[in-house]
């Protein structure tokens, strides 16, 4: 078994594979590539596709027989027209059958946990939630994905940390879950390829927010690592993928219904997303203010959702008496401040750790710095509107600017920006305009794109209203197998029937 780190880890699906003609010689060269247009047809006209429909498509994207624009129309018809329960199922089996299926030790049944966010700007929840879950004794197989649309990926904030391996073999992953308890990977050649590939595709054709797609995404990822539970935070507002929060609860709905067909135990919280989480927009600066929560600080608002999601996962699993319970223990875990040196270290390569001080290795000082500009209001007051504008000042095109592109080859890691809440106004004289955001940059020509859009940004429609003057809570609902809302602004308040194996299922998907 190799140790983590060690050379020839497996080959990341390449931008082009699948997306551009495919790998697998002209398109009609494999049995049923012909079919693909007649499927595409009857999704197209609102027709339903059947089991062997779904696998021939999914086989076709994963062998490379079909076409980048077959796949474009294909996400585009399903975008359109929508699947029902069981075409978004099968979907997810395919996809999650496209490459191998994890095995880990019968030991650890109980202890195989993973949580999954929708997304949103600023929402670093992963990073810091995966190591406090190991420090409470379960084992994390995290399979994570990169940016879409507006909001950053996992793995690209990962990789702005210099040195760390997103690609890791099954048998590296057990290591790292038997020394460190939890890896947070990419999809791979071995590791559900079909969604590595739709996951690209849907970011270059306007996809990202098909309810059926997002499902099996999700799903298809967490249904090949044997977990015994899972907590998937569905996000709506101004900074999240979704603005509706009905929308968000149907997918709620689904992804709860889907993850029982498949035998897994879900619970799927909806949390409001109308600001940025915590204070840090950007890779760089996202990774920065994830290790300060590690290390027993950080923002209270990311810390609350943190303590509350892992709470919900350590109720789930076993690990925890009541969903209260689970969330005092992720508490305690941050405060410890010991997970700052332990957590995903074993993902470095060797020579980024070998005879260095693990909490130095992972602190902050490794990161990289950018110049910091000043850029300044034109006057008090405040300001309210479409929270995408920060991430899109923050990143130029939020996600990957190439069907599943790293971001390193752009030096785009260190950009983002940091939010500055103004402090309480005084009694008269007026009180002073707020501290400016600051705005990293990385080279010249970046930054003087990024100050034009920045001054767009500082128009009163560019920001939120901080979330303390909004009254929103912070978890708005929980959704269990029915579909009924549950814990209506807090999750410790009730506990949630979770899925267990098909017994009910929710409404169907229509988007």
Known sequence: MAAPGTPAPPTPIAPGDGLLGGRGGPPDSMPGAKQLPVLIRRKRDGGRLSEEDIKGFISAVVEGSAQGAQIGAMLMAIRLQGMDLEETSALTQAMARSGEQLQWPAAWHQQLVDKHSTGGV???????????????????????????????????????????????SPQQMQVLLEQVGCCIVGQSKELVPADGILYAARDVTATVDSLPLITASILSKKAVEGLSALVIDVKFGGAAVFPDQEKARELARALVGVGADLGLRVAAALTAMDNPLGRNVGHTLEVEEALLCLDGTGPPDLRDLVTRLGGVLLWLSGHAGSSAQGTARIATALDDGKLLGESLTGQMYPTQTAGKDQKTNMGTTILCCAPCVRVTAPGSG?????????????????????????????????????????????????????PPPHLHCWALGLLERCLGRQQE?????????????????????????????????????????????????????SH
């Open 382 to 434: 405040l300001a309210s509107g479409q929270l995408n504008s920060v991430a899109s000042g923050a990143l130029p095109g939020g996600g990957s600017w190439a069907p599943q592109a790293p971001l390193w080859p752009w030096g785009l890691w260190p950009l983002g920006v940091l939010l500055r809440q103004p402090p309480p106004p005084p009694p008269p004289p007026p009180p002073p305009p707020p």
């Open 457 to 509: 940004i500082c128009q009163p429609q560019g920001i939120l209203e901080p979330r303390e003057q909004t009254g929103l809570p912070l978890v708005e609902a929980q959704v269990n197998l029915t579909g009924h809302s549950l814990c209506s602004a807090s999750l410790p308040a009730h506990e949630v029937s979770a899925a267990h194996g098909g017994s009910g299922r929710p409404h169907t998907l």
């Open 122 to 168: 600023g929402d670093k929840v992963s990073l810091i939630l995966a190591p406090a879950l190991a420090a409470c004794g379960c084992k994390v197989p995290m399979i994570s994905g990169r940016g879409l649309g507006h909001t950053g990926g996992t793995l690209d904030k990962l990789e702005s940390i210099p040195g760390f391996n997103v690609i890791q």
